[in-house]
């Protein structure tokens, strides 16, 4: 696999693939598998390998019958009208119908490669017939698919990060690393993520307020590479100011929080920013539709920082936070633990208390039980805040991944300044830009990246053949 | 580090609260499903939760917050150290379970002087006569000294897994809840990773079943084993049929198959163990446990070498070994990693 020529090691591949998560394995195997010499360059360290991908806990996957430990029947319309809707037709409608429909195929292909699917877990009934569950979760999936491209004789290197892809004259040459070192291939595959990670970016895309971001994945994401090809004169697609952001606890760690993070409370709560008032309708539909708009609202508020407040009833409804909350007798003696003026958060309560009405409360389904003149107003699962011990959740926007990304082709190519880079591919976070303009559907990360990540090792090792 | 965390308590609970948070884990083993159902995290229910563990691992290298994450998860481990905090708790006298437990030294120690026991009483004590090994220890004696050595031990460990149940508030066993432990202890389930791919020990971060096997062969041995004895009392009370017996009568059928099963599975037990990462379990009793292994395999090996020495002048001195081999095992069942299967037998039991 490696060659020395005059007197210097030089390495060449067939198919370099820059990155370790799911989109990068996924093209790698499949290069290997069609008899490419592979190179896997990934970032982080061994611990950290996967990117975000270890983050991640299911596949969204279209199916006609029960398929694997999917039920019923989740068909391409109905996966394409999900999308759609989060979206708002934000979308590439060809790539995110190839990708849709190759997801059927891809799960098989995912178990042949070592992936293990559980049943939905539980807290998460409501997405059994439409997402598959990795046992043990991304990581787990993540190290099936490291084992699984050992076998394959697939060239693994940890804390390889990329400073420059060599596309001089349109077409890819090699990669240097941070340290200097040179690696040369036919092809490539660009599968490096977002870059959220890089909190200037971040904040040269919304402002100073970024700084109050958490990164809820992998600090390895920085958009070295896809600045890096950016400035090349690849086309880029999607808006830097997009990404999937989701309200999570405010104490969570800057980097790599991860799932426990998140905070289902907001339907069963009031909903508060700094200075203690509503801002957006805690209970305009269940969680998991709501989810992704969330990080955006406490984003656009003073601070970025919001509050989510309960009362006793509302314990036990929704899946237990990782931080224990804030608790109190008192309204008053909440905001103080808060840092929020009490009498306005007992006047705010007070409002939304006077406007609740008689009717019966159901969580978990659409209740219609509404507040009455409020603005804004709590449209379902309204309650009066009325039972001590009162909680108190903070919430910041924690951003998963940024949508901003390299524009490509039906065969995952990018597309350079002057129409398609021919040894240059592209797969996952770092083009799924072209499918999510903007809002998030559950599971569909990985479905991009498995799609395009096999499509990308695919092509790559045809061209290097 | 965990050995010296004043609350295993409370680092135990910690852990739990990110994993009830997470579930990512929640088809890997019977602990997970169970913690997410708990109302809320007791002091009992993480001692139950911590015997129900089988130290598969899966969790562990499924995990991301593993360390070095600031989360810093290593639930295997955590749970292996609560384990061993409640089987030296409930021994009696928790002292020997101390010292036995954790040091391999001790356990050796004990099958010397059981060594030289039988070399002593077999000197001191001549048979009157009698076939087979009779001839070299009278069948009196024998049950003089292996009655004791195996009734007390069993008696002080019931007397333990009392108060274990009463902790843990086990509930009333059902037909249920045996079927539940029946089916989990012969298929050997919660080594399985949930979907039969096996667990994370020996390779790290990939499935592999050579443990689950490695376990099931030194479990079925041991039982077989064991039944080999008892029915030998068994025809020797009750039917008048005395030792020695031929190949071709149950205790043989039994005993030598159970014996090569019972040396394959520990000699593999321990060679599996010297692959696997010490962190992930109960670091500082990591000597007691390899010598507990080492001490059953002793134990099959020895009565082996016994029959296939029959006739030769090797089978006094491989009968006074294995025989205190056997009772050095008899004696230290409370006190070594042998309580596990009692603990977890009764975990599996408890009221779900």
């Not at chain 1, 909350?325 to 003696?333: C, R, Y």
């Not at chain 2, 026991?117 to 220890?137: I, N, P």
Request: overall charge neutral; hydrophobic content about 45%.
């Amino acid at each position: 696999m490696e060659s020395s020529q005059a007197g210097e090691m030089m390495l060449q591949y067939d198919v370099v693939v820059v990155g370790g998560g799911n989109a990068a394995l996924c093209a790698a195997i499949e290069a290997a598998e069609a008899g490419a010499r592979v190179v896997i360059l990934e970032s982080a360290p061994e611990h950290m390998r996967g990117g975000n991908s270890r983050h991640t806990r299911n596949f969204r996957c279209m199916h006609h019958g029960p398929l694997s430990v999917l039920t019923d029947t989740y068909g391409e319309d109905e996966y394409y009208d999900d999308l759609m809707r989060v979206t708002k037709g934000q979308t590439d409608p060809t790539l995110a119908r190839l990708a849709i429909r190759n997801s059927e195929a891809c799960l098989p292909w995912m178990e042949r490669h070592g992936v293990i699917f559980q049943g939905s877990l539980s807290g998460t009934l409501s997405l059994d017939r439409t997402n598959a569950f990795f046992l043990g979760g991304g990581k787990a999936l993540v190290n099936a698919y490291y084992a699984c491209a050992e076998d394959l004789g697939v060239t693994i290197r940890y804390n390889a990060e990329v400073a420059h892809v060599d596309l001089g004259d349109g077409r890819f040459h090699g990669v240097t690393l941070a340290d200097g070192e040179q690696i040369e291939g036919r092809a490539v595959v660009l599968a490096s993520g977002g870059f959220q990670a890089d909190l200037d970016w971040l904040a040269r895309a919304w402002g100073p307020g970024a700084e109050n971001f958490l990164i809820r994945g992998t600090p390895y994401n920085r958009g070295t590479v896809l600045r890096n090809v950016l400035d090349q004169g690849a086309q880029s697609v999607g808006d830097p100011t997009q990404c999937h952001c989701v309200a999570i606890d405010g104490r969570a760690p800057k980097f790599d929080g991860g799932i426990v993070t998140r905070l289902d409370c907001v339907p069963y709560a009031l909903v508060v920013n700094r200075d203690a008032a509503r801002f957006y309708d805690e209970g305009e539909d269940v969680w998991p539709k709501r989810y992704a708009i969330w990080g955006r609202l406490v984003a656009a508020q003073p601070d970025q920082i919001a509050y989510a407040i309960t009362d006793q009833k509302a314990q036990g409804l929704f899946m237990p936070p990782v931080f224990s909350p804030v608790k109190a007798d008192t309204l008053g003696g909440l905001a103080q633990a808060l840092g929020l003026s009490g009498d306005a958060l007992e006047k705010t309560v007070a409002d939304y208390n006077a406007a609740c009405r008689e009717g019966d409360f159901t969580p978990g389904v659409l209740d219609g039980l509404a507040t009455s003149g409020l603005e804004p107003p709590k449209t379902n699962w309204a309650r009066p805040l009325d039972t001590p011990p009162y909680y108190g959740y903070m919430l910041r926007p924690g951003v998963t991944f940024t949508y901003l990304g390299l524009k490509v082709s039906e065969r995952a190519q990018v597309q350079g300044a002057h129409g398609p880079l021919p040894n240059v591919w592209a797969a996952g976070e770092v083009m799924a830009g072209s499918i999510l303009g903007q809002g998030y559907l559950a599971g569909f990360g990985m479905t991009i990246g498995t799609v395009f990540g096999r499509i990308a090792g695919q092509e790559a090792a045809s061209h290097a053949g | 580090m965990l050995d010296n965390t004043p609350n295993l308590n409370d680092e135990a609970a910690r852990q739990f609260q990110i994993c009830n948070s997470c579930r990512y884990c929640e088809g890997y083993c019977d602990v997970f499903p169970q913690l997410f159902a708990l109302p809320e995290m007791t002091a009992a229910s993480a001692t139950h939760l911590a015997n129900l563990c089988h130290n598969c691992r899966g969790c562990y290298y499924a995990c991301q917050y593993a360390p070095p994450h600031e989360f810093d998860l290593n639930l295997p481990a955590v749970l292996a150290e609560l384990r061993q905090e409640t089987w030296e708790r409930h021994a009696r006298p928790q002292a020997l379970a101390r010292v036995f437990h954790a040091r391999g030294v001790a356990v050796a120690a004990a099958l010397i002087a059981g060594f030289a026991l039988l070399f002593f009483v077999m000197a001191r004590l001549q048979s009157e006569g009698g076939e087979g090994f009779y001839a070299y220890l009278s069948h009196n004696a024998m049950v003089a000294i292996f009655a004791p050595a195996f009734v007390l031990p069993l008696a002080g460990l019931a007397l333990s897994l009392r108060s274990y149940w009463r902790e843990i508030g086990g509930g009333r066993i059902t037909w249920a809840s045996l079927r539940h432990m029946g089916g989990s202890v012969a298929r050997m389930k919660n080594l399985s990773g949930g979907a039969g791919q096996g667990c994370n020990f020996e390779q790290g971060a990939r499935y592999s079943n050579a443990r689950r096997h490695a376990h099931q062969a030194t479990l079925w041995g041991f039982v077989m084993c064991f039944a080999a004895t008892s029915v030998a009392t068994l025809m020797h009370y009750g039917f008048g049929w005395e030792a020695p017996y031929p190949f071709w009568s149950p205790p043989k059928l039994l005993g030598v198959p159970g014996g090569i099963l019972l040396c394959m599975g520990t000699g593999a037990l321990a060679w599996l163990k010297l692959r696997a990462d010490p962190e992930l379990g109960a670091a500082r009793v990591w000597g007691g446990e390899m010598a507990f292994v080492l001490l059953l395999f002793t134990v099959s090996a020895t009565g082996l070498a016994l029959y296939a020495a029959t006739g030769t002048s090797a089978v006094p001195a491989l009968l006074a070994i294995h025989l205190g081999a056997v009772l050095a095992f008899f004696v230290l069942t409370p006190y070594t990693k042998m309580v596990h299967g009692f603990y977890r037998t009764a975990a599996l039991l408890a009221r779900r």
